[in-house]
């Protein structure tokens, strides 16, 4: 017998609140939760282990554990301003799973700008639009051929008018009364190809300016949230 521990109210983890459902419809999901519910699987939702319930808990009650949580935290951009809990500085996996679950993550905004240039960040720019915002573009410090989004994301995001914003690097959030007002970016050039086998891009001296945005969502890599091993010892 097993069971499956899921933290949010509903089952299929980042297929369900990570990807859009114009890109996964909901009910191929369903078919798939109900095909491991059939063979005998219980799934608990609502249950967050290292909250509700502790991995030792778990280590205890059953025979073997498998920790399968992906990686549900956003990268650091580590720019100034990014750490003030500015109203509008939304992490991409979050603004994804609010919308996801039928909320839009900041009702004051209008004007959005996403950073990053893979799938999360192409999602974070498409979803915009479906939740009505009016003025959405993308930044991304290296060229569309750097891209490591699909090349049909890419393809879908240019026919749905986002506006991209290459060789763009943000630099420093601005904010009036803790309230995301505008992103001050600088213009990049590509130099020598870096450890991944693509040209490195190099600041262009003089060249700052600033986007008028009232959301900010940074999507430019995902971290593992290991907060479940608390207190637990020997696992590498």
């Known amino acids: 017998l097993s069971t499956i521990y899921e933290a949010q109210p509903e089952a299929g983890?980042?297929?369900?609140v990570g990807i859009p459902a114009h890109r996964l419809p909901r009910e191929i999901i369903d078919q798939e939760i109900e095909?491991?519910?059939?063979?005998g699987v219980e799934i608990k939702t609502g249950m967050d282990v290292g909250k509700d319930i502790t991995l030792q808990q778990l280590e205890n009650d059953f025979d073997a554990v498998f920790i399968g949580i992906g990686a549900q935290d956003s990268t650091s951009m580590r720019v100034e301003g990014e750490e003030k809990g500015y109203q509008g500085f939304i992490p991409g996996v979050q603004y994804l799973l609010d919308i996801n679950q039928g909320r839009d993550p900041y009702p004051e905004g209008r004007k959005v700008v996403v950073i990053g240039?893979?799938?999360?960040?192409?999602?974070?720019?498409?979803?915009?639009?479906?939740?009505?915002?009016e003025d959405v573009h993308l930044v991304y410090r290296r060229t569309r051929n750097?891209?490591?989004a699909d090349?049909?994301?890419i393809r879908d995001a240019e026919e749905e008018k986002v506006?991209?914003?290459?060789?763009?690097?943000?630099?420093?959030i601005i904010a009036e009364n803790d309230r995301v007002v505008g992103l001050e970016c600088i213009r990049m050039k590509l130099g020598a190809p870096d450890k991944s086998g693509r040209r490195r891009p190099v600041p262009i001296e003089g060249s700052e300016f600033t986007f008028d945005c009232d959301t900010v969502v940074p999507a430019?890599?995902?971290?593992v949230d290991l907060s479940l091993l608390e207190g637990m010892e020997g696992i590498e």
């Open 151 to 153: 090349e049909v994301e």
């Open 146 to 148: 750097e891209m490591p």
């Open 163 to 172: 506006q991209f914003n290459f060789l763009t690097t943000p630099v420093r």
């Open 220 to 223: 430019i890599g995902q971290r």
């Open 35 to 39: 095909v491991i519910t059939n063979m």
């Open 117 to 133: 240039g893979g799938n999360v960040a192409i999602d974070c720019v498409r979803s915009s639009f479906r939740i009505g915002k």
């Open 13 to 16: 983890g980042m297929l369900r």
